[in-house]
């Protein structure tokens, strides 16, 4: 297993190095490790089991930081900006590096997977659970949206299956429901806000 996101990038060049090959990275942004069990019972539920390991997120483990090292292959660089266009060319750029051809990779952020057959390295980002994880009132809020997510989610990860790829499911990074013990000063709103995360 990786140790951390900026490795798994390199786990899965190492144990799929083969010409036809065909592996998915699908990131399910701000997914915790309860919403993971949930989302694993219904893949079994269609047959589709699952081998879990663990790896850790860059800490501080905000979006623009360890998506950005889960992407990019390697330690984050604090002057990135975090869009779905720079993702894109990080996970372009790597596998280039990595002699496969761009023809036979894709990143989708947020879309329908669509002809996934023809490709060998396929980047899927959601950021539906952490949109609402952010806006949820409690954690029985949260567990009533991410069961509807997963109505959306499973058939995403159903196509690249049906199509023959080695599914790398995981988080950028998760969540824990929390209540303020004190609100933030603004310095400390700056700097949330200068590292592109909501997150208190």
């Given at each position: 297993r990786p140790y951390s996101v900026n490795k798994v990038l390199q786990h899965i060049n190492y144990v799929h190095s083969e010409q036809n090959d065909k592996v998915a990275l699908f990131v399910i942004d701000g997914m915790a490790y309860w919403q993971y069990l949930m989302l694993k019972n219904e893949l079994e539920a269609k047959n589709i089991y699952t081998e879990d390991k663990v790896s850790f997120?860059?800490?501080?483990?905000?979006?623009?930081l360890s998506r950005q090292a889960l992407f990019r292959g390697d330690m984050?660089?604090?002057?990135?900006?975090?869009?779905?266009?720079?993702?894109?060319?990080?996970?372009?750029?790597?596998?280039?590096?990595?002699?496969?051809?761009?023809?036979?990779?894709?990143?989708?952020?947020?879309?329908s997977i669509d002809r996934p057959e023809q490709y060998r390295r396929f980047g899927y980002v959601t950021t539906s659970l952490d949109g609402h994880m952010h806006g949820c009132r409690?954690?029985?809020?949260?567990?009533?949206?991410?069961?509807?997510?997963?109505?959306?989610?499973?058939?995403?990860?159903?196509?690249?299956?049906d199509a023959g790829?080695?599914?790398?499911?995981?988080?950028?990074?998760?969540?824990v429901y929390s209540h303020a013990w004190r609100t933030?000063?603004?310095?400390?709103?700056?700097?949330?806000?200068t590292n592109e995360s909501r997150g208190g």
């Open positions: 997120a860059w800490v501080p483990s905000i979006t623009k984050p660089k604090g002057s990135y900006v975090q869009n779905p266009q720079n993702e894109s060319k990080l996970w372009f750029d790597y596998w280039e590096k990595h002699h496969v051809p761009s023809t036979q990779v894709w990143y989708e952020h947020n879309g409690d954690l029985k809020d949260l567990h009533d949206l991410t069961v509807n997510r997963l109505v959306e989610i499973v058939p995403e990860i159903m196509k690249l299956y790829y080695t599914i790398y499911i995981t988080a950028d990074h998760g969540n933030l000063n603004a310095q400390e709103k700056t700097m949330l806000y």
